[in-house]
Every structure is written in C-alpha cells, then in structure tokens.
C-alpha cells in the first residue's frame, strides 16, 4: 500500500444537523480524506462506510434512488439536493451598520492587557481585530464601514487615532500603535476631571 492508497479517519456522517453537523463542511473532509488514485466505484463505496448506522444519511443512501449512484459527481449532487449548502444572509448596508456599531468597546478594556491562548495583547486591540474580521466577513473589503466604528469609539482611544482609513488593516495598525502609557494618561486625566 502506497501514501496515496491511504484513507484520513474522518467523523462517521449522521445527517440529522445535530451536535453542530455541517454537511457541507463534512462533504469537503470527506474529499479530502480520499486517495487520489481511487475510482469512483472506489469513493462512492467508501461514502457509505462513511455513515453512521441507523442514522438518516444511511437510510438516505440506502433508498433505491440513491443505491443507484456509482459516479461519485452523482452521488455529490444527490448528496446536495438531500444537505444543500447552507445560504449566508446577504445583510443590507442598514443591517451592516448595525452589526458593526453594537460592537462597543468598554472603558475598562481600553488599555487593558488580555492574554488569549498563547498570545497576549491589549483588549482595545482585539476589539478592534474582531470588529474588522466582523466586517470583512460581511464583505466589506473596501473599508467603508469604518466610519460607523469611528462613530462608537471611546474618545480616550480616538483622540490618538488619525481616524482616516482605507483600509481594515490601516484602522487597526493605528490602534496599535497607540503608546499603552498615552491611553493611561487620558484615563487618569479623565478620572481627574
């Protein structure tokens, strides 16, 4: 037996959605994990080992319909039409705005060192990488809705900033660069006052 004759483990396969099951995302794992110089009778057979018994994917498989399927294109559309793909809401601009501006940074985090896993770093920071992985994944590659984040940010952190950006990246490499000592400095004065 060659590398390439090899079969990854991959979860066995429900099709009831239950305990987070993306069949989509199972779908993928399940190519993946198959040699490359199989057949298609190959992979269609190893697919129904790949179900867990009793469960509504081999029942499905199992149907006289899908008992039929011998090219593995086939048995990927059946496969489809029974688990399609998961649609992602496309969010008008209003609902955008909204997502991004509930996004509030605390006081309290301004400055505040967090350690996340391994990696540390200040929590204003953080906020500001998962508000643009928030935006990012909405589409917003071209960075217009910055100007919301901008609208919701602490003026203890905004007045260091340059508050013009093009990009998500230059939004949060000037977050970053704000000195730690500065923003402790705004705080103390804003107790102060």
């Given at each position: 037996m060659t590398m390439s004759d090899?079969?990854?483990?991959?979860?066995?396969?429900?099709?009831?959605y239950g305990e987070?099951?993306?069949?989509?995302?199972?779908?993928?794992?399940?190519?993946?994990?198959?040699?490359?110089?199989?057949?298609?009778?190959?992979?269609?057979?190893?697919?129904?080992?790949?179900?867990?018994?009793?469960?509504?994917a081999e029942e499905w498989y199992q149907s006289p319909t899908s008992r039929q399927l011998s090219f593995f294109t086939d048995l990927k559309v059946a496969f489809f039409k029974c688990w399609p793909h998961p649609k992602c809401p496309k969010l008008t601009r209003a609902q955008q705005k909204e997502c991004i501006m509930v996004q509030v940074l605390k006081e309290e985090e301004v400055g505040e060192w967090t350690q996340v896993g391994w990696i540390g770093n200040y929590a204003h920071v953080i906020w500001a990488i998962n508000i643009s992985k928030l935006a990012l994944g909405m589409g917003d590659v071209n960075g217009t809705l910055i100007e919301y984040t901008l609208e919701g940010i602490l003026n203890i952190l905004k007045d260091h900033l340059e508050c013009a950006y093009?990009?998500?990246?230059?939004?949060?490499?000037?977050?970053?660069?704000?000195?730690?000592?500065?923003?402790?400095?705004?705080?103390?004065?804003?107790?102060?006052?």
């Open positions: 090899t079969v990854k483990a991959i979860p066995l396969f429900y099709g009831d987070n099951e993306n069949p989509s995302a199972w779908f993928a794992q399940f190519k993946l994990s198959l040699p490359i110089n199989w057949t298609d009778i190959q992979r269609v057979q190893h697919f129904g080992m790949q179900l867990m018994p009793g469960e509504a093009t990009t998500w990246e230059e939004f949060i490499e000037d977050i970053q660069r704000v000195p730690n000592v500065k923003l402790k400095h705004s705080i103390e004065d804003l107790e102060k006052n």
